[in-house]
């Protein structure tokens, strides 16, 4: 998305994967921004140890989450490599 924002003009700066999608100047689905959203809830979770009342990220996400979050996010690169080709 931050090659998107780049290649229309913009700056971009951030992590957080729902506000880079609707800061964009062109119409995005908001399925889209949901998917974001759904990813943004992986953010530090899963990368920080304590970040969960109990037990290591590893334990909190298995297959679904998995899957999940690799359909969210392949929809979001498909998105974006349409408005740049």
Avoid: C
């Amino acid at each position: 998305m931050k090659a998107l924002h780049l290649h229309l003009g913009q700056e971009a700066w951030g992590h957080v994967v729902a506000k880079l999608l609707s800061d964009l100047p062109v119409q995005v689905p908001e399925r889209l921004i949901e998917a974001a959203r759904v990813l943004d809830t992986f953010y530090i979770p899963a990368r920080y140890p304590n970040s969960h009342p109990e037990g290591a990220p590893f334990v909190h996400y298995g297959t679904l989450q998995s899957e999940e979050g690799i359909r969210h996010a392949g929809q979001i690169v498909a998105f974006v490599r349409s408005q740049m080709a």
